[in-house]
């Protein structure tokens, strides 16, 4: 049950794209398709960003975006906007019935 | 709409027990998968428990086995974490939360706060 790898923070300008890694192992993400993204602002309730690696929930923009290539996935934000900025989690199945997250990545919008 | 209310928290001892609660409503609690995770002080999220829809299977991580215990009550929309034996480093923002598909958790209640401190 280790945690995931994100990088501990990215920044980007407004209307660029950035792209947030998560890096797990054989037994979690290199074995389901099943990552998901969270987005945190600060003294707020985590919401769902993305789940099973690239689908988004009603009410999602669609600058919101998800991939997986063997044990590591990505969160990608195309046309970065203020509101944005917040922290970032990725999770994982990582089997019997068991879920692991990633230590976070804090997003800047510069 | 789902709603999810957490309550339960506070200063604890370490040693100490606290019941969390989680009230659901806006949905057909039986129906669903139910999850606990935190995040402790400058720190990130953590899954802590999840437990079936019928409760029939409980599973914690293991830094809480033996300590934590997950369960519901269907009749009462009400999903709860009893925490003993509390350490220091339990210290957090308790959330519920209601799976989705794919092992993603999608409805996130406010949180309740435990501090753990002599």
């Known amino acids: 049950q280790s945690a995931l790898t994100q990088p501990a923070s990215v920044s980007g300008s407004p209307g660029q794209s950035i792209t947030i890694s998560c890096t797990g192992t054989s037994s979690d993400v290199g074995n389901y398709n099943l990552v998901s993204w969270y987005q945190q602002h600060p003294g707020k309730s985590p919401k769902l960003m993305i789940y099973e690696g690239s689908k988004r929930p009603s009410g999602v923009s669609n600058r919101f975006s998800g991939s997986k290539s063997g044990n590591s996935a990505s969160l990608t934000i195309s046309g970065l906007q203020a509101e944005d900025e917040a922290d970032y989690y990725c999770?994982?199945?990582?089997?019997?019935?068991?879920?692991?997250f990633g230590g976070g990545t804090r997003l800047t919008v510069l | 709409e789902v709603q999810l209310v957490e309550s339960g928290g506070g200063l604890v001892q370490p040693g100490g027990s606290l019941r969390l609660s989680c009230a659901a409503s806006g949905l057909t609690f039986s129906r669903y998968w139910m999850s606990w995770v935190r995040r402790a002080p400058g720190k990130g999220l953590e899954w802590v428990a999840n437990i079936k829809e019928d409760g029939s299977g409980k599973y914690h991580v293991d830094s809480v086995k033996g300590r934590f215990t997950i369960s519901r009550d269907n009749a009462k929309n009400s999903l709860y974490l009893q925490m003993n034996s509390l350490r220091v480093d339990d210290t957090a923002m308790y959330y519920c939360a209601t799976f989705r598909s794919g092992w993603s958790l999608d409805c996130w209640g406010q949180g309740t706060q435990v501090t753990v401190s002599s």
């Open positions: 999770c994982s199945y990582a089997g019997s019935s068991t879920l692991v």
